[in-house]
């Protein structure tokens, strides 16, 4: 059957990236994928709807995705709505319905399917001369999500929008408010997980893409620092909270919500929002450890981007956190401290001990828990001094 893979892995080989994904077009993908399936000992995945099917497979080196689509045009009833999908069309009318010339590029790859590669825009130009040209001026009104992939086609493949394109980007924002929460999410996730992702969310702010989305994404000085510090990819959930982290509470909230951000993405940013919050003077008073130490992992990465002046208290809670109290709940209940709340009480004591180095040994530990049993626990907050 006439197969040819098109769009990405096309464009990436061209400029010698290498392919991050696979996609092929040809007129029956269901048939494909389940021949794809049984030969690759993979799995067949079938969406009739869209004319589209996909293969997954996982062996043991790494997971890999075929993608498969029926050649198609496709309609939009209204701005950002689901397009409506027309199968049976030629490879030059597919072509023709794709977002920046680019990506509508194919590579023939069966006799039947035609020798070499189809070029109908000039996308090859385009990429040799570092140039993003959308292809239809409706095309940001039709699915916004498309200025989301101009930010990361540009930064990835380092483009710069032509004057037709950069005119259709900046009209186009006025758009994202048709796109929902869920599919807001995906995009920015997807911007995350580039190579250069801090240079495509700096686009998406240039071009007033992330203030279209919300006003609290828009990059503030504290943000563009910290994007500075970033290197490579970064977790979907970091880069929230160092847009977000620095924000009021109620900004904090709305800008979560509008991008149907997932709960643990919520929570770093409310976290990293917390450890902001603490004193930042070192050394740490033991609340604010024990307060710290209720964040997540992805807070403290934006934290650390954000703020330098709070790296000593990460420091210092990393080494909180490794210490442990030197006996453990039974053993100090037999050395004589009921098992009520001042068991607890007895743990946290021994454990900040540890941690300033008061207290070196097992045997040490238990001297002084019997001297509590006798005497009673100190009553007085921090007993422990830094």
Request: proline share 8%; with cysteine; hydrophobic share 50%.
């Amino acid at each position: 059957m006439p197969l040819w893979a098109v769009g990405g892995p096309v464009r990436d080989l061209a400029v010698g990236l290498p392919v991050r994904d696979l996609d092929l077009a040809t007129p029956d993908p269901a048939a494909l994928a389940e021949v794809l399936a049984a030969t690759l000992d993979g799995r067949a995945h079938v969406e009739p709807r869209f004319g589209t099917a996909s293969v997954t497979g996982s062996p043991a080196k790494a997971p890999w995705r075929v993608d498969l689509a029926a050649l198609r045009t496709e309609h939009y009833v209204r701005p950002g709505a689901l397009p409506t999908v027309r199968l049976g069309a030629t490879i030059e009318a597919d072509l023709a319905r794709r977002d920046f010339t680019v990506n509508a590029v194919a590579l023939a790859l069966t006799a039947e399917a035609g020798r070499g590669i189809l070029d109908p825009f000039g996308g090859l130009d385009d990429l040799a001369a570092g140039r993003l040209r959308v292809l239809h001026a409706a095309s940001f009104r039709d699915d916004a999500t498309r200025l989301w992939r101009a930010a990361r086609f540009a930064a990835r493949l380092r483009l710069r929008p032509d004057t037709e394109t950069a005119r259709c980007i900046a009209e186009g924002t006025r758009w994202l408010d048709a796109i929902s929460a869920r599919r807001l999410w995906r995009e920015f996730a997807l911007v995350a997980a580039e190579p250069r992702a801090t240079a495509a969310v700096r686009l998406l702010d240039r071009w007033g893409i992330l203030a279209a989305a919300h006003p609290a994404l828009a990059l503030d000085e504290e943000s563009r620092a910290a994007l500075g510090r970033a290197r490579g990819p970064l977790p979907a959930e970091v880069l929230l909270a160092l847009l977000l982290a620095g924000r009021g509470a109620a900004d904090r909230a709305a800008a979560v919500a509008r991008l149907g951000a997932p709960r643990d993405a919520a929570r770093a940013v409310e976290d990293a929002a917390m450890l902001l919050a603490l004193p930042p003077a070192p050394p740490p008073a033991f609340a604010t450890l024990e307060a710290a130490a209720r964040s997540i992992p992805t807070a403290r990465a934006a934290v650390r981007l954000l703020d330098l002046d709070r790296r000593p208290l990460l420091t210092a809670l990393a080494r909180w956190e490794r210490t442990s109290a030197p006996l453990a709940a039974a053993e100090v209940a037999a050395l004589g401290i009921a098992p009520d709340p001042r068991l607890g009480a007895a743990l946290a004591e021994l454990r900040r001990a540890r941690y300033v180095g008061t207290l070196s040994s097992a045997p040490a530990a238990r001297a002084l828990v019997r001297r509590w049993a006798a005497e009673g626990l100190p009553t007085a907050p921090e007993r422990i001094r830094r």
